[in-house]
C-alpha cells in the first residue's frame, strides 16, 4: 500500500502541475485554454523529435532514429514552441473573442486544441514514443517503490514553480499587471496596462509552463499525442477544485486526486470508475464555474 | 497508439473468431454497379465490370485523408503497390495486368459510404478494404462486389466478402504453448492483464481463461486496465501480491513499457508473455523490459526467411525498404493469396468466379508470411500463430521460434 500511495503521489503531482498552469491562463483571461495540454504535448513531442528522432515515420515503421541534439537546444526548443502555439491562440482565437462570452472563447481553445492534435498525429503518429528523460540515474528505493530521477525532479520542480509564481504575481510589475488585467481589463487599460501585450504574455508563459510540464512528465507515461488527453482532464479537476484562482490549492487538490485516484484503483479493481467520479467532481465545478465567470464578466 | 486491430463476432459458434483488421486498410473495391453487373458474362473479351481483355481493376479503400493517412499510404506503398508491380513485370495474372486504384474511405462511416459508391463508379472489378468501416463492406456486399476486408469491425454473413480475420488469442493455443517446453509455464502462477475497454482483448482473456481452467497452469490473478493510465503501480501491487510469477499481456498494451516500468518499480519482475502487443515497434522501445519475453502473432517475425523476402520485394519493385515493417507483410501475403484466387478464377473472369476460387483457399501458405489463409468459410481469413520471443537487435525486436506447428505440438 505504501507503494501505491507513494505511486499516486508523483502522479498527483502531475495532476496538480497541470492544474496549476490551467490556473495561470484563467487568472490572466478568464479563460478556460482547453489547448493547454496540445500546445504542451507539440512541445514535448518536439523535444522527443529532437532527442531522440521520434518523426513521422519512426515508432511505426521502423526506421532509425537521428542524432540526439541533446538536452539544451531541444528543452528550449520544445518550451518556445508550446510558449508560441499558446500565444498564438491569445493572439487569434482568444483576442478576436474577447467582447464575446467567455464560452466561446474556450470553445474556440477547443478547436485549436483538436488542431494541433491532428497535425501532430500525422508528424509523429499515433504511436507509442520513447523519450529521454531530463535526468539520468537509477533513482532512489523508498519503501518498496524505487522513484525513479523523472519523478524526483518533478517533485524538485513543483515547489520552485510555486514560489516562483507568488513572486511573479506578488512582486514584479508585470505580476502586478497581470493581477490588474485579470481583475478588470478596461480599467488595467485605462490606467496604461498594455492590455494585448500584458495578455499575451500571460497565454506565453502558461503555454511555457505546459511545454515544460508535459517535457517532464512524457518520460513517465506513455508517449504519444493523444498522452495529454486524460492527464489534462484530472488537471482540469485539479484547478476547478482551486476555484481556477489558487496555484497552491491547485497543486495540492491535483495531489489529493493522484493519491485517491491510487487508492481507489488498489482497492476498487475497475479502473474505468475513477473517470467516472472525476467527471462527477469536475462537471459541477465547471458549470459553477461557468455562473462564477459570467457574473465577473468585463 | 495505434489502434492496429479491429474484431468482432458473429454467431455463438463463431464466438472465438474475431476480426482483426490492421492498422491499416486497403480496400479493392472493383466490380460495379450492384447486382446486375455481377452476374455479368464470362470476360476474357472484358465484358465483367473492372475486366478486360489485358486488365482488372481493383479498388483499395482506405483512409487515404487525415490521421492515419500516413499508414495508410506505407501500407499502399510497400505492400500494395510491389505486389501490384511484381505481378505485372511477371506478365499478369491469366494475361491480365492488376490495376489498383485508390479510392479514401476517411474510416468513416459517411466516407464508407461514399468509397462503395466511388469504387462502383470507377467500374472497379473488385474491392481490398485495408482499413475501414463494416457499412462500407455491407455496402459493397449488397453491390454484389467482391471484396477482401482486412480491416472493418465485424464478420458477417457476406456472400461477397471474404475477411482478413484470425482467432483471438485462443486460449488452447496460448496453453499449449505455456505448457511446452519452449515457455514452460507449467508450474507457474499466472497473472493476465487485459485491456477492460476493448473487446479483442476481454474475448481473449476469457478464451485463455477458459482454456487454463480446463487444461492448467493456473490463473491466480486478472487486471482490467484502461489505455493511458497515469500508473499501473496499483495493478501490478495486486498481482505482485498474489504471488504472480508469470504475467501475460493480452491486451494491444500499446504503454506496455510503462506496465512493465511500473512493474520493475515495485520489485515485481515476473516472467512474460505478450499477446496482441508484438508490433515490432511497441516492444522496440521497451528494450530491456521486454528481455526474454515470449510472444505470439499471426505474421512471421522479423528474423523469418517470409519477411526477408518481403523485404527483397519492397526493394526490387520500388517500396522503401526503411520504413518495411512485418506488418505491412501480412497485406502483402493477402494479396499473394488474392492472387492464386485471381488465378483459379480463370480466363473467364467473373465476381461468381472470383467468390468461388476465393472460397477454394484452404490453408494456403505459399510464403510462410502470415498463419494458413483459409477462406472457406465466413470466420475464416488467418488461422494460427507464430510463436516469438523477444529481443533481438534493432528495430524489429522478436525473434521468430520456428514454424507454429513445431512449438505448438
Redesign the interface.
Known sequence: ?T??LI??L??GL?YGLLGVGLVVVYRGSRVINFAYGASGMAGAMAYAELRAGVG??F??????PSEDLGLWPALPIGILIAAALAALTELMVVRPLRLAPRLTAMVGTFAVGSLIL?FA??RW??????VPPLVAGDGIQVG?????PSQLLILFVCPVLLVGLWALYRFSPFGIRLRALAQDPYAAGLVGVNVNLTSALTWAMAGALAGLSTILIAP???F?V??M???LV?GLAAALIARLTSVNVALGAGIVL?LA??VF??KA????LI?VVVVMVVLPLLLLRRRGAAEMAY | MRRIQLYGTTSPSRRRSMVLGAVVVLALTAGCNGSSEAGSSPAKGGSAVGVTGTQVDIAVTAPFSGVIAPLAEQVWQNAFQVWQKEVNAQGGINGRKINLVKVDNQYTPGGGVAACKQAQSKKAFMVFNMLGTTNQVDCLDAARVPTIDAGSSYIKDWSYAVTVAYPVEEGSTLVSLMKSQVMKWQDKKIGIVYSGDDALSQASFKSVKDAMKKEGPSLVHEEAINASQPSYVPQMTRMKSAGVDALALLCLCLDSKKILEDARAIGFTPDLYVGQGTADQITALGGSLFKDAFGSRFYAAADSPGYEAFTKKVEQYGGDVKTAATNQMTYYAVLDALGEALRRAGESLTREGLMEALHSLENYDKLNMVAPITWNDQVAGIKGRFPLRCCAAGPNPWKGLGPAKETFG
Open positions: 500500500v507503494a501505491v505511486s499516486g508523483f502522479v502531475i513521422p515515420r515508432g511505426s515503421f521502423g526506421a532509425a491532428t498525429a500525422r503518429s499515433l504511436d507509442v514514443h520513447s518498496s517503490l524505487l522513484i525513479n513517465l507515461v506513455g504519444n493523444a498522452y488527453t486524460t492527464l484530472r493522484g485516484e491510487a484503483s488498489y479493481s475497475t479502473p474505468s473517470d
